[in-house]
């Protein structure tokens, strides 16, 4: 009997890897069911084992690796840590400290004829029983004076009071100033001693007074780094750039974006954007890419990113007038994770016990052993440094294997959000000025997205009040929106320039109106220009001129790149740009265009079609439950909706939109103002003529 994934998501939300408790009325939901894709586990012995998880693993899996659980023989749930999951590539720095007690200190102070005072401090200090991780000693000195510069000798003392010479003539300092510098860790060879002498030479007219620790440092990378190559969506060329639309699956967050061209000999700039479902639509890394053709070819292909959101990232590499690089392919570089966890008593090439993974329907475990491992770019010391290091013994920490992956048989292979998929009430389609037909595909999860054009945007109330989906029974159906799911650059035409009192004027004109727009992009043939401009337009009523903007229009020498302006998310009938020339020619503009912000709607809907209704300015926002689940809904993969082109409803009704609650409301208003008007009338006209004098 299938069970619906609510009730799953409900308990593993309440005790993440816990076992499901029965709930009254209901069966107990089992954890094994929620994956669709499984792999058999064998270790090398009984103890801790490592897993290291291929690219197959990762490209399944949620970015966390929430929707992956291993299981032994007797199927149950076995807590593991993740190392090296998707994040910072740093490693980890184990870090042995010692405190080391003073033996013994002097101080003296040499006259000297040319030069201040000398003074001489002498600290003998013990050394710990135990050998350095690394074979070495750092020798940290910890002054409490602010600024100084002190040379620095070190002797090694044996049992038997022989000397070893270990720091001739060193130096420790700290600088302050424009150019400030800090040398306080002396590196000292290997020595096996009971005693350190550490002598500091100072010319200051005050005692340097140092404390001392030993410190030594063990730098643990965690995990290797893989290449997972990515799909091209799309890829275009125009105004010298090449658009590359790039998918990403949910479990690859890159850490470098890998370039590789069949164009021998190049340099060019690249910046990457978090796009698609998800994404915030800003820049995640942006640098420069060259090669060099030689006999060996020199180069610089990779391009470091932040941790993406969305389901794409697009890539803009800027040309200028050279051509398109040659056969584009992309690879995220990523860091490999592996699992470590306790296979028990097992013997070496035994069968443990299951992987499985992937679906997008489990919650996060929380497993105690997360806690041996240290966060990235840590230092951690004592015995948690002992204890992680251990995690990186190959004598203690054995390799496990992954078999084939194959079908999960006891996956649920109903929709995850079957509990979501049911109509709401019914909707008047005479509301609505505008409508999309909709054709929703078969989904295996019953989640469906569209994403909201310019044109829609237009007909929309700027808080996207007045959308609906509705079936052919004018049935509406849930939603949730992602108000800030992508980015596109729309072309503007470019009027002018009309010039006046040395200023040049240019009406932009918006494909749609009104629009809301974050960014103009100007495009000119001019070399170099650093010019005062204003933007200036009319807001959505098409009443108030405003001023949206004013700074420099500039582009330093020899740069090729189109100059782009943040604009303040003001929603436009009009915009015009006004630039000051003084007594320099009009810039002419060769293109414009606007970067727009635009929704993606993600519907619940089984598969058939529909209506997206818009244009209905005096709705309310619609109120769904599917928002209180909104993290659940959008953890699973959507599927893309066709939609039919924008046209006016022709069941469109002014009668109807009149009978509607803001109509009635305004109607009511209007007719007792007008009422009162009467009255107030009636009563002044009766005055009038009481007051008027009877004539002679």
Known sequence: MKRTWVAAVLVLAAAPGARPARAEGTQPVELRRLFPQEAQVTVAGGGLSRLVLPPAILTA???????????DAQEKEVPFLVDA????????????RFEPRVLDAARAEIRRQNGPPLRRETLEIGLPAASPQTGSWVLVVEPRQGEFVARVNVEGIGASGEKTGLVADGSVFRLSGARSAEKLRLPLPPFRGA?????????????LEPGLRLESARAIERGGQIDVPLEVLSSRGAEGRTVVDLARARGVVPDLLRIETATRTFDRRVQVRDDGPGGSGAVLGSGTIFRVEALVPVGEQEVALRAARGDRLRVEIDDGDSPSLDHLAFAAVIR???LIFSAGAGRANESFGTLRFGGGRAHAPRYDLAGLLPPPAATVTGKRAEAAALLYEPAAVHAARLGDTRPNPAYDGAPALAFAMRPGAAVDRRLFSHLRSLTVPATAEGLSRLRIGPA??????DDLSDLRVADDDSRQWP??????????????EVDGPKSRDRTSRYTLRLPVSPMRIDRLILDTGAGFF??????????????????LLRGRLTRPVDDPRPVSVAVPPVRLASIDLVVEDGDDAPLEFRSAQARVVLPEVYLTAPEGRYALLLGAPDEDPPRYELERVRE?????????????????????????????????????????????????????????????????
């Open 61 to 71: 899996c949620r970015p966390d690796l929430s929707d992956l659980r291993l299981f």
């Open 85 to 96: 999951g998707a994040g910072k590539p740093d490693g980890v720095e184990i870090t042995q």
């Open 195 to 207: 005693r350190l002498r550490v002598v500091f030479e100072t010319e200051h007219p005050f005692w």
């Open 336 to 338: 490999q994770p592996s």
């Open 456 to 461: 829609d945007l237009a007909v929309l109330s």
């Open 479 to 492: 939603y949730l929106i992602e108000r800030e799911a992508a980015t596109d650059l729309v072309p503007l």
């Open 530 to 547: 650093d010019r005062g401009f204003s933007l200036e337009g009319k807001t959505a009523d098409k009443k108030e001129e405003t001023d």
């Open 632 to 696: 659940v809904v959008l953890a699973v993969k959507a599927a893309p909706i066709a939609a039919g082109p924008l046209e006016a409803n022709r069941d469109y009704s002014l009668h109807a939109r009149l009978k509607g609650q803001g109509y009635r409301q305004t109607a009511l208003l209007w007719t007792a103002l007008s009422a009162a008007v009467v009255v107030l009338v009636i009563m002044t006209l009766r005055l009038a003529r009481r007051e008027t004098p009877p004539a002679a």
